[in-house]
C-alpha cells in the first residue's frame, strides 16, 4: 500500500509539487507577516500634512520620510481635512498632521488621524513618532515641553534661559539624551463613529470571501469526477454542452455563495449590529460579485486539473494563500509593505475592501467601481478559461 499510494503521487506531477511548495510557501507568508510586528517593524502607509509657518519641523519631516517602517504617500498636505479625508477611503493606514508650534495653549503639535477600524495603526504610528523625535530630535522635544510649561512656572530666569538653550543645542547635536518625548502627539478617529465595531465589519467581509472560496473551490471539484466517469461526454453531445455544463455549475455555486454570505451577515447584523438592512442594495451588489468571482475561480482550477489529489492541492495553496496575502487572515496593513501590494491583486481584499466601503465607510456606488470591478473581471475571465478547458477536454 505504501509502495502504490508512493507511485501514485510521483505519476501526479502537479499533486506532487503543489503538496510539497504550499507548506513552505504558506510558512514564508506568515514568517514575514509576523517577524515585521516581532520587532517594531511593522511597516504603515501614512498621509502626511503639514501647517503654514511651521519650518521648525521641516527637519522632523524628512526624518519620517527616511524611515523604512513607514511609507508617506503622495506629497505634504495643507490641509487636516486632506489628510483625514485619506484615511476615510482606506488609501492609507493612518494619517499625520504637523500643527508646529502651538505656544502655550497646551494643544500638542503633533495630531495623528486614525480611522476606528484601525486603532492599532494609529497607536503604532504615535509610539513612533515619539521614537523619531526622542532619537532623531530630542531638541526639538525639549524646546516643545518647556513652552508648555513657562506658563505654569511663572517664565524663565535670562540664566535659566541661557542654560535651556546650551541644552537645546546640545541634544539637537547629539551630545546629550532625552529619555522619552511626551504631550507632543494628540490621536483623533476619524470617519463614522458608529455603534458596532468596525472590526466586525471587516471580520465579516474577511470570513465571507474565505468561505465562498472554500466552498466553491469543494463543489467544483465534482466536475473531475463527473468528467473521469464519462458523465459529462453525455452532456457534451448536445449543442454548447460544454457552456451548459461550465454554466449551469456556475449559477449554482453563486447562488450557494450568497446563502453563505447572508447567514454571515445576518449574524454580524443579529448580535453585533452591522448595519446590513440600511445598505442592502450594495451589499447584494457587492455579494453577488464576491460569489462570482469564488465560482469562477474555482470552475477555473477544476477544469484545468485532471485527478481528485491535484485539485485538492491546487485549490488548497489558491485559497490559502489568496486569503493570507488578501487579508482574510491577518489585515493587510500589519503586513510588509510588499505584500500588501501583492495582496492588493486578490479576490479577498477586493471583496475586504468593498463590505468595509459599503457597510462602514458608506461609499457610493462609483467609489466601489474599482474593487466590484475586479471582481467581475476575475468571475468573467475564469469562466470563459473554464468553458475553453472544458470544450478540449470534453470528446465531442
Not at 495643507?78 to 505656544?103: C, H, N, Y
Not at 512656572?153 to 522619552?180: H, K, S, W, Y
Not at 455549475?249 to 447584523?269: D, H, N, R, W, Y
Request: include cysteine; glycine fraction near 8%; aromatic fraction near 6%.
Amino acid at each position: 500500500m505504501l509502495r502504490v499510494m508512493a507511485l501514485s503521487l510521483v505519476r501526479d506531477r502537479g499533486a506532487l509539487v503543489l503538496s510539497f511548495l504550499l507548506p513552505p510557501a504558506i510558512f514564508v507568508i506568515f514568517a514575514a507577516i509576523f517577524s515585521a510586528t516581532a520587532n517594531d517593524e511593522l511597516p504603515l502607509k501614512v498621509a502626511l500634512g503639514k501647517g503654514n509657518n511651521v519650518e521648525a519641523w521641516d527637519r522632523f519631516e524628512e526624518v519620517l520620510r527616511a524611515e523604512p517602517s513607514l511609507r508617506i504617500v503622495g506629497a505634504t498636505a495643507l490641509d487636516p481635512k486632506d489628510v483625514s479625508r485619506q484615511v476615510e477611503q482606506g488609501t492609507v493606514d493612518a494619517g499625520l498632521f504637523i500643527r508646529g508650534e502651538t505656544g502655550g495653549d497646551k494643544v500638542p503639535p503633533l495630531l495623528v488621524l486614525t480611522e476606528p477600524g484601525k486603532p492599532l495603526a494609529g497607536g503604532i504610528l504615535s509610539g513612533k513618532i515619539r521614537s523619531l523625535i526622542t532619537a532623531e530630535m530630542p531638541d526639538m522635544a525639549l524646546s516643545t515641553t518647556v513652552l508648555a510649561i513657562e506658563p505654569l512656572i511663572g517664565g524663565l530666569t535670562p540664566a535659566q534661559t541661557e542654560r535651556l538653550e546650551t541644552a537645546t543645542a546640545a541634544l539637537a547635536t547629539g551630545d546629550r539624551n532625552l529619555d522619552e518625548a511626551q504631550d507632543l502627539v494628540e490621536t483623533a478617529f476619524v470617519g463614522p463613529q458608529k455603534r458596532h465595531n468596525a472590526a466586525v465589519t471587516y471580520c465579516a467581509g474577511a470570513v465571507a470571501i474565505l468561505f465562498l472560496l472554500f466552498s466553491s473551490m469543494q463543489s467544483a471539484a465534482v466536475l473531475i469526477d463527473e468528467r473521469n466517469s464519462g458523465i459529462l461526454d453525455r452532456i457534451a453531445v448536445v449543442p454548447r454542452g460544454p457552456e451548459i455544463v461550465v454554466h449551469g455549475k456556475f449559477l449554482f455555486l453563486v447562488a450557494q455563495g450568497v446563502i453563505q454570505a447572508s447567514l454571515i451577515f445576518a449574524t454580524a447584523a443579529g448580535f453585533y449590529g452591522v448595519d446590513v438592512i440600511g445598505n442592502l442594495g450594495l451589499w447584494l451588489l457587492v455579494t453577488l460579485a464576491a460569489s462570482m468571482a469564488a465560482a469562477g475561480l474555482a470552475l477555473a482550477a477544476a477544469a484545468t486539473c485532471t485527478t481528485k489529489q491535484q485539485a485538492q492541492a491546487v485549490t488548497t495553496f489558491i485559497v490559502l494563500v489568496c486569503s493570507a496575502v488578501g487579508g482574510s487572515m491577518v489585515p493587510r496593513f500589519m503586513m510588509p509593505l510588499w505584500l500588501q501590494d501583492l495582496g492588493r491583486f486578490t479576490p479577498n481584499a477586493w471583496a475586504i475592501e468593498a463590505y468595509q466601503g459599503t457597510l462602514w465607510r458608506g461609499e457610493a456606488l462609483t467609489e466601489m467601481l474599482p474593487e466590484l470591478g475586479g471582481l467581475l473581471g476575475l468571475a468573467a475571465l475564469s469562466t470563459m478559461y473554464a468553458v475553453s478547458v472544458s470544450k478540449r477536454r470534453l470528446r465531442v
